[in-house]
């Protein structure tokens, strides 16, 4: 079983549309949980940052985490053109070199 | 700043050749790492450092060489390329002062070894 699981896709969806991307993980080490946008031949950027379990809100993305099922999704309120890209989920420990794990990543478009 | 750069953009390699691939960050960040990313497979790390000097393994460090002998730059190094090592390499930096240990990507390298 791959540490982190994550469909990559792709998907699909219209504009203004409610989006739920997954990841799944086996490390019951993991303590801190990122989400990550990739637009097409750039790099990743950091999106949402989550610590432990809970929900993390900043204006349309959601951030939840469930560490009793090893769960994280991330939310996207009325999805826009520009949101078209790469999301990749990314977690670690709580070691001191901060190393992440990353997902495949989910090819997300949001048609016009 | 600059944040974190590389070079260069792009590359052909033919099999069995040798290249380093430059990575510089100009935010005086002590972590840098090294990833390659291949289609639909996310990021995998190949290097990673705690500081100039300081370098290790990640998860798939085969076929390549790093040294950090100063903060700034973190060269990557392919000896006798091979078909397999085609792929997009990303650098990234971050530091332990940072709220979210969020790490910084360059734009990374596309390699490819015919």
């Known amino acids: 079983q791959k540490e982190v699981e994550q469909d990559p896709g792709p998907l699909s969806v219209p504009e203004g549309a409610i989006v739920s991307l997954n990841c799944t993980y086996s490390n019951s080490a993991f303590q801190y949980f990122m989400w990550y946008r990739q637009y097409s031949r750039k790099g990743p950027e950091l999106l949402m940052y989550?610590?432990?379990?809970g929900n993390k809100e900043d204006g349309r993305f959601t951030a939840q985490v469930d560490k009793s099922s090893k769960y994280i999704s991330l939310f996207i309120r009325d999805s826009q053109p520009s949101d078209s890209a790469t999301y990749l989920c990314a977690m670690r420990t709580g070691g001191s070199n901060y190393k992440l794990t990353f997902g495949k990543g989910t090819l997300l478009t949001v048609n016009p | 700043n600059a944040g974190v750069t590389q070079t260069p953009k792009f590359r052909i390699l033919k099999i069995g050749q040798s290249m380093t691939l430059q990575c510089a960050q100009d935010?005086?960040?002590?972590?840098m790492y090294w990833y390659r990313q291949d289609p639909g497979m996310g990021l995998k790390l190949i290097y990673y450092?705690?500081?100039?000097?300081?370098?290790d393994k990640g998860e798939v460090p085969n076929g390549y060489n790093v040294s950090r002998s100063t903060t700034e730059d973190f060269p990557l190094r392919l000896e006798l390329a091979a078909p397999s090592q085609t792929s997009v390499y990303f650098c990234?930096?971050?530091?332990?002062?940072?709220?979210?240990?969020?790490?910084?990507f360059g734009p990374g390298t596309r390699l490819t070894v015919t």
């Open positions: 450092s705690v500081g100039a000097g300081i370098t």
């Open positions: 935010m005086n960040h002590n972590y």
């Open positions: 990234a930096s971050t530091n332990a002062g940072l709220a979210n240990y969020e790490q910084y």
């Open positions: 989550t610590y432990s379990s």
